[in-house]
């Protein structure tokens, strides 16, 4: 395995960047469907620079990952084992899942939390072919009247919602861009 | 682990703990001259868990942290070299990551007799002078024979 | 009603002005330096590394001297510091076994392959104050002896040999932090272990005491009590093996146990385990000896409902920083909340003034 792809590629000054691609990833989730930019790590294809920048920001050796098929590359796992330390987990483990959304499924795997800790439930960061054309329309918590997105599917986002509180998060990747769908979303088909 | 270590990543494993181990102004006195270098990640300090095992031999458990500094760089001739040295000490992270990288060049051995050898040196005199002190501390129990039947 | 909660800033500002000129005291006397705490007060050191659960001398030695001396409030700053460091892992579990102790004391047996090594300690000293340290410029010089070179085997583990001990279970290859997760009962033994070598030596020592005093008796013998340093090994997830990172000095105590038998268990001896950062042979005997005390459900033992027993009791109280904070933000502005009581109080005296007039 070639070194290069696996050391390079983290964060240049980690304290600014991580602070800033944190507040992004807020953002991101705090206002759903709306377009935040995530830069700084250069991470191996197929990661995006969104999805490396969000596994270089949020996770560490106490946050477990699972790699769809998509993304199960050793340059990724390389650069996840250096970068972030995060021990690499089958889907029912993790903390944090990457991968496209087909590669994903099925997304019923992946830890909805418990009635007594619903934040124990995963984050899935969905590597995505674009932004547009929308094809839902997304409202809920976060969202003053709508918001269109362009999402992989609808209907599984559908079922994640009808369980709330319990369910799993998403980031929804493409290059440096990315937006959040909380699991808190109504999400309906345009 | 399962797989024992090649020869290799044992000498590496025995270099890391000696430099790790080591105290920051010994190595920065036996420094050679720095190669050129790019950082992968810049001296960074953290934590790292420390664990005990229950009754010493059972279950593990959580201790505490201790401060821990890391660097990783590669040399211009391509070597890698990674640090994971004990305290907050950027300077030892980086110089100890320069050695670990330099030991695997055709020189190794002269980094080898220069720098690790006298760290190793120093290392153990210090746990010999320990270990003296504390040898002085042994209690030598005599039994007092009472009777004249001896 | 709406109390004022703004000003004070400029009070406050002189407040920790005043705080800094009384920390450096009389400016005709030399300053202490951070190095010179860490060398020389380095029992308040270990023990603010152990409770504040952060082994850095340094920092420790510095937490003191910012705090004046004060040491629960020097634990207060490295639980605060030790917040902003990213973890980079947890060690493998260390190994005391391969120790090379500057202490090593059994109470059991005499004789003990290693020999009793008595290392720098206060025992056999008269407890006399020393006035000649009252002038400086003395620099005493321990003596030496020829280490024997003897291997320094757990004490317990001969017992173990001959089938006399309970048997360790091996546990969970990656134990619960309550430094990430809350705590939450009932707690298992590597749960209560580190709340207990991160809990307050004072109350830990009083959890003991009361066990030694009858209040959930086990009839505890130091088996061995060791301090010495130990090599601090980690795996290292860009390399694949595990390096040494460092090293720590413990001190490591384990009880023997009498116990007398259950329903499940033969009569055997127990185990009661004290691990703690640097020197801290007190406060590693004391957390053995409640670590037994709060085995007892494990053990198939009557709970005589004492308190060392209780480990919701144990646990939620023994840590020094979460019970300072509690307690301490009574003494910060309640107006809100008195004024409330103040009108309660007000009322329920004018009825019952009222009913006592209208009965006359």
Redesign the interface.
Known sequence: MS?DH???G?FAA?PQEAARAFRAALEAMARPGRVQMLRGAEPPEPLSVAAGTLLLTLC???TPVHLAPSHDTAAVR?WI???C?APVVPAEEAAFAVGRWDALQPVTRFAIGTADYPDRSATLIVETEGMAPPNATLTGPGIELSHPARLPEIAAFQANRAGFPLGFDCYLCVGPEVIGLPRSTIVEAL | MTEPLSPDQAARRDRMGILARAEAAALAALMPPAPAHRM???P?VGAVMVRGRAGATGAPFNLGEMSVTRC?L?LETGE?GHSYVQGRDKDHARNAALIDALAQRPEGAEIERIVLRPLAEAEAARAQARAEKAAATRVEFFTLVRGEDQ | MYVAVKGGERAIEAAHEWLAEERRGDTALPELSVAQIREQMALAVNRVMAEGSLYDPDLAALAIKQARGDLIEAVFLIRAYRTTL?????SEPVDTGAMLPDRRISATFKDVPGGQILGPTFDYTHRLLDFKLMAEGEAPVARRAEPRGEPCPHVLALLDRDGLMEPQTPGEAVPPDLT?EPLEMPAGRPLRLQALTRGDEGFVLSMAYSTQRGYGRTHAFVGELRIGRVPVEMEI??LGFAVEIGAVELTECETVNQFTGSKSEPPQFTRGYGLVFGQSERKAISMSLVDRALRWEELGEENSGAPAQDAEFVLYHCDNIQATGFLEHIKLPHYVDFQSELELIRRLRAEALGQREAAQ
């Open positions: 070194q696996v050391l390079t983290g980690p560490d050796t106490t390389g084992a250096f970068h330390g | 992968l990640r810049a960074e990783s590669r890698v | 990213p973890r980079f892992g947890g990430r997830p860009e």
